[in-house]
Nanobody
């Protein structure tokens, strides 16, 4: 059974930083691309970033490029999202997910499984 568990969210002031983690189990972790998404109340799930299985290739949404960094540690079955220069509009529940597909930003191409972690950014 595949499990994904996100953590690291919290309340932060605008301009601050957070580092999210997603620990997986039941998954041949290095085979999959890992992505991060977020969903704010009343909005659709939004793609943020994806990283290749080896970690040498990343893609970012324009909304977070230059502020967020995705990384992974295959030995720990964990993917991270370092978030800097946070803005109030970054407030959302953040989810990790995995996919076989290349270069996709569509949530339906990913498998989700965690409860997400809440990030709240105060102005």
């Amino acid at each position: 059974q595949v499990q994904l568990k996100e953590s690291g969210g919290g309340l932060v002031q605008a301009g601050g930083s957070l580092r999210l983690s997603c620990v997986t189990s039941g998954l041949t972790f290095s085979f999959y691309k890992m992505g991060w998404f977020r969903q704010a109340p009343g909005k659709e799930r939004e793609f943020l970033a994806v990283i290749s299985g080896s970690g040498d290739h990343t893609i970012y949404a324009d909304s977070v490029k230059g502020r967020f960094t995705i990384s992974r540690q295959n030995a720990k079955n964990t993917v991270y999202l370092q978030m800097n220069s946070l803005k109030p509009e970054d407030t959302a529940v953040y989810y990790c997910a995995y996919t076989y597909f290349d270069n996709t930003q569509f949530p339906n191409d990913y498998a989700f499984g965690g409860q997400g972690t809440q990030v709240t950014v105060n102005s």
